[in-house]
């Protein structure tokens, strides 16, 4: 018997299960394989919310964002604090560079919009000023936007940090357990079912991540989240080369406290294939010597991929399903599920808890996909 059931241990349903954990709430957390072990550890870790304005353009999926990325400030120590995890979070911010000069105009059209009207700081860096914040960079590199709000954190370490605050709190934590169904009573949920027998429960939560579609079934309806599979590679440079996480239009590179640098990733709908391939790996291999020249001659160390919960209209999924009694959807974050999961968990608590829904987040309901 549990007051809520959430099915999915990646980072969406961690940082659920940490929010409706301080509600004094009996919690079980499903998760069918090991916690973070599909996108969540696969992700590049950044917190990048002006990616979601990268047409000049803010909108409700930004504000998201944005107000999720700053929650990161006071999360990150709470979390260190109470799990003796360190999240290797990193607020150097980010620089967006410009490779020729198609791509300079481009980026400093956006960056005038974004002047205007994000509120986050960005300052203009001509291709004097970027050589000199990043002086390994390669010399197509023609200005760029430096981004100060803008973060990373390893987010392997992430969900490692909540797992066992979780566990320390009293959340049923059940790895190696996947939800095969529900029982329900007319639309209203009574069980999530498993291989090992039944939990009683009036409160599910999906945050299934790629294969929340699939589970959305189990109500008579297809939610259309997909997976969008995104590949990696690691490298370690001889010396350090890198200071800032740099961003072009074909991929982003991160300098790591352990002296690696990760580089990513591919884009690329291919159902649920996870294996990484030469011509996906081949390609971000190309971005990093023509970003950063030295890095040609850095150590190749790992590659690795993941599956993204994709959404059809490219909103996350987060809100109580019509007609139904005791379901809350929490997935379809994308590219940037990492970033979105402190306001995500925060949104579940408000719904379950207190009743309550932002309006800002009615964009988000799964009711544009019930008829
Ligand atoms: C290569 C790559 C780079 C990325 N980079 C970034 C980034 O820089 N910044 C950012 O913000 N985001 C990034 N992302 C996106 C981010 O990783 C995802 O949006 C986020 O991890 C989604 O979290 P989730 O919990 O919804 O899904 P997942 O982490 O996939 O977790 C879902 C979990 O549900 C479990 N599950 C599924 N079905 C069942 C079932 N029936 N019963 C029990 N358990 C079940 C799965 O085993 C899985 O562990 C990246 C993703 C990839 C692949």
Redo the contacts with the bound molecule.
């Keep these: 018997m549990a007051d809520v059931v959430i ?8 940082m659920t299960a940490y929010e409706l954990s301080q509600a004094d709430l009996q919690i079980t957390l ?19 919310p002006l990616h979601l304005a990268a047409d000049g353009e803010t909108s409700p999926l930004f504000e998201f ?1 944005r107000g999720s990325t700053y929650l990161f400030d006071e999360l990150v120590p709470a979390l260190e604090d109470a799990s003796g995890v360190c999240m290797g979070y990193e607020r150097s911010g980010v620089l967006r560079v410009a490779e020729g000069e198609n791509e300079h105009d481009r980026l400093k059209q956006t960056f005038t919009a974004w002047q205007r009207n994000v509120g986050m700081p960005v300052s203009w860096l001509d291709v004097d000023e970027v050589h000199r914040l990043e002086p390994g960079l390669g010399p197509n590199v023609l200005g760029g936007i430096f981004s100060p709000d803008e973060r ?1 954190l390893s ?1 392997a370490r992430f ?1 490692e940090a909540l797992g066992r605050i979780l566990r320390a709190r009293g959340v049923d934590v059940r790895e190696g ?4 169904g529900i029982r329900h009573h007319e639309q209203q949920v009574h069980a999530v079912e ?1 291989p090992q027998g039944e939990i009683q429960t009036p409160e599910l939560v999906l ?6 579609g ?2 959305s079934q189990w109500f008579g309806l297809t939610v259309p989240i997909t997976p ?5 590679v690691a490298v370690r440079p001889h010396t350090p080369i890198l200071g800032t996480t740099t961003v072009s239009y074909n991929g ?1 590179i991160t300098p790591r406290p352990d002296g690696t640098v990760t580089a ?3 884009t690329e709908d291919v159902g649920f294939d996870d294996r990484t391939t030469v011509d996906g790996i081949r390609g971000i291999l190309e971005i990093l010597p023509r970003l950063v020249p030295a890095l040609a001659d850095a150590t190749l160390v790992r590659t ?6 994709w959404t059809a209209d490219g909103l996350p999924v987060v809100g109580r399903l019509p007609g139904w009694t005791g379901v809350t959807f ?12 402190p306001a995500t968990g925060l949104a579940v608590r408000q719904l379950i808890v207190d009743g309550r829904v932002e309006a800002a987040h009615d964009v988000l309901s799964p009711a544009r996909f019930v008829e």
Excluded: F
């Excluded at 357990?177 to 095969?180: E, F, G, K, N, Y």
């Excluded at 945050?207 to 929340?212: K, L, M, S």
């Excluded at 969008?228 to 990696?232: F, K, S």
């Design positions: 099915v999915g241990g990646g980072i969406v349903g961690c499903l998760e069918r394989g090991g916690l973070g072990q599909e996108a969540s550890s696969a992700s590049g870790g950044q917190l990048v964002h990373t987010s969900v357990t996947p939800a095969t498993t945050a299934a991540g790629a294969w929340t699939l589970c969008l599979r995104g590949q990696m982003a990513g990733s591919t690795w991929s993941g599956l993204r919960p929490a997935s379809g974050h994308g590219k940037h599920g990492i970033s979105g999961a």
